[in-house]
Each structure stands twice: as C-alpha cells, then as structure tokens.
C-alpha cells in the first residue's frame, strides 16, 4: 500500500493541496498512512483475547508477567538467541533492502530519466520488493504447518539469502534493472518470511503470561533498537566502499551488511531452542 500510495503521489502529487509550500512526494506517502489506521483503531478494541488467558484470568491461575523472568536459567537462552536473531533479520531489512530506493537512480537505465520517471522507477522497483514479502509471509505459513523442526524451517530462507543478498547488490543494484526488480523480489520473500517466522515461533517458547513479554523483548530490543540500527551501519560504511558514485558506494555497503546479517543469523541459529510441544505452552 505504501508503494502504491508513494506512486500516487510522484505522479499526482503537484494537483494536491501544498504542504508547507511544496509538493514533495514523501510528504503525501507519510500521510496516507493514516488511511489504513482509522479501521485498526476501530476493530482492535472488538478483538477476542487468547482463550488460554482468559481461561487463566478466569481460573485466578495467570500470573503477572515479569522481565526478570525472561532471564531464569530455564528461558536465558531463549531470551538472548531470539533477540539476537530478530536483531539480525531487521538488520537485513534495515541494512540492505530499504536502502534500495537510492541505488534505482543510479542505474543506466534510470539515471538519464526525469525526476518523476525516475521516482516512478523507484515505486516500481519496491512493489517487487514488497510483493515479494507478501508472497514470503505466505510461504512460511505453507512451511510452517508441513515442517516440524523450527530451525530447519528458519534455514530455508536463511540459506538462500546468503548467496541471493550479495549478488542482488553487488552486481544487479549496480547494472541491472530488470535484474534488481527480480532479485529484491526474491530477497523479500527471504527476509519477511523470517519475520513471519518469529511470530510463529516465539509463542512456542514462552508460556502464556510471558508471551506478550518474551516477543516485545526480542521485537524491541533485539529488532527496534538493534536491528535498525544496520540502516546507520550501511551509510557509513559507503563512506568508504569502492565504487564511482554514490548509489554504487550504497550498494557495495548493503551488500556487506546485508551478508553478514543473514550469516549472524544462520550461525545464530544452531543455539536457537526448539519448542518442546507442537502445541503452546500453558
């Protein structure tokens, strides 16, 4: 929806109401945000709570939830392997494939475009991407109930992506359009699966009081506040890549951080516990 709302906005924006003066595309994107909003707010107070709590709450047997609990000998590892790993699938994302947008301009085939062809270009370059991320949410779920072992299933895309990420970005994101929609496509399918992943994981791990806990601690700490941070790393590190312009310099940065977020989290992933129920825990 972003990407669709940012082509909108490249290619219609001058015929909207000014902002601030101007008609800068990323102005009217942000906005259009909200769209989708409005509903949540609606629906999210009407939502069922877990019947597992509420059987809980009811029987006076929930506990309340505590961090400190996150790191007992029993759930330590778990705390710290996942956290990690979540760190290092944002990392992907953040350090590679949302730095994107700024290698299309510098492509052959796009950097003699006008400006509005050129972030058209852009907007149709991050559809691939984010198609590809809807098709890997829906890969993991047909994964995910055919394949029991956790890890097995994480290495399905993590593997994948150890070769993918470094040839979308050292090679495609630098000569190649039509090359770079493709490749971004499949990394997408490779990275936001493993989102996918984690939300099917970590209720498995934790037990009901705990649940809302141990994933805010991993999405949190291990992806906001760690993960994100590759997106700093990357631009940085272009400062002082090879290359002959920027969107190169970019490329060869994404390509380095991108490879040694999916190989941190492949190495990760031989401490990562599996669950010991196909069912939750209680």
């Known amino acids: 929806m972003v990407t669709g709302a940012y082509f909108l906005a490249v290619t219609y924006g001058d ?84 730095h994107t947008p700024r290698m299309v301009p510098g492509l052959s085939e796009v950097k003699d475009l006008p400006g509005p ?58 000569h ?10 499949l990394v997408g399918i490779l990275t936001v699966a493993q989102f996918s992943f984690w939300g099917n994981y970590l209720p498995r791990v934790y037990p009901t009081h705990l649940r809302g806990t141990g994933e805010a601690f991993s999405a949190n700490v291990g992806g906001r506040m760690l993960g994100c941070s590759a997106a700093l790393l990357t631009t940085q590190l272009a400062n002082v890549m090879p290359g002959d312009n920027p969107p190169a310099r970019l490329a060869y940065a994404a390509a380095l951080v991108g490879f040694l977020a999916y190989a941190g989290g492949f190495v990760a992933s031989f401490w990562l516990p599996e669950p010991k129920q196909a069912e939750l825990p209680e």
């Open 15 to 98: 015929s909207l109401p000014a902002i601030l003066g101007g008609h800068a595309a990323w102005r009217y994107t942000l906005i259009s945000g909200v769209i989708p909003a409005i509903p949540l707010i609606i629906i999210r107070p009407f939502l069922p709570e877990s019947p597992t709590w509420e059987k809980q709450k009811a029987a006076g047997t929930l506990k309340r939830p505590s961090l400190q609990e996150l790191f007992q000998p029993a759930l330590r590892q778990t705390t710290l392997v996942t956290a990690l790993m979540v760190a290092f699938s944002y990392a992907a994302a953040f350090g590679a494939i949302q």
């Open 117 to 174: 062809q050129q972030q058209q270009t852009v907007s149709l370059v991050q559809t691939f991407q984010e198609v590809g991320g809807l098709a890997g949410r829906f890969l993991l779920a047909f994964l995910a109930v055919r394949i029991v072992a956790r890890r097995k299933l994480l290495r399905i895309f993590q593997i994948p992506g150890l070769v993918l990420i470094p040839l979308v970005f050292l090679f495609a994101a630098r």
């Open 176 to 185: 190649d359009l039509e090359l770079l929609k493709w490749g971004i496509f």
